[in-house]
């Protein structure tokens, strides 16, 4: 069976901008996964600044439409794979073979994304800051 958004994953995809949906309608259709979040209030996000989950005190998620979704993957039975201490590894591996999953289907219909694993593009993943589940839409 081809998996699909719950009501509460769609509802926050539509708070995304256009090209955030078609390219995560599209993933779903292929690759089972959830969205955390898309629009966020600027005071949320000061909250996440706060308690260090994030590096700027205005996201692209903050606008409205929101250029940027928190998005992971996710297995049946079980959720989201967060990294847990004795399979961290593998759970780990989830998202990033996500993400190049994301960033592939991406590339195809021509969306311009940057993900939070990789935020200069540049395919070297050692970054001062991870944020895994983090995907925006670079406005050229």
Avoid at 19 to 38: M, P
Avoid at 62 to 83: E, H, K, M, T, Y
Avoid at 85 to 106: C, I, M, N, P
Wanted: a negative charge; aromatic letters at 12%.
């Amino acid at each position: 069976m081809m998996p699909s958004f719950s009501r509460s994953s769609a509802s926050k995809l539509d708070t995304c901008d256009y090209a955030l949906q078609r390219l995560f309608n599209d993933v779903i259709r292929e690759f089972d996964c959830t969205i955390i979040e898309g629009y966020r209030p600027p005071e949320r996000q000061i909250e996440l600044f706060n308690a260090g989950r994030s590096r700027v005190r205005v996201s692209k998620h903050n606008q409205s439409p929101s250029l940027a979704v928190d998005a992971a993957p996710f297995i049946p039975g079980r959720g989201i794979p967060w990294p847990k201490e004795a399979t961290y590894v593998k759970d780990l591996a989830h998202f990033y073979y996500f993400a190049g999953f994301v960033e592939s289907r991406a590339r195809v219909l021509g969306v311009p994304i940057t993900w939070g694993g990789d935020w200069d593009r540049d395919h070297d993943l050692r970054q001062a800051f991870d944020d895994l589940v983090h995907f925006q839409l670079e406005v050229i």
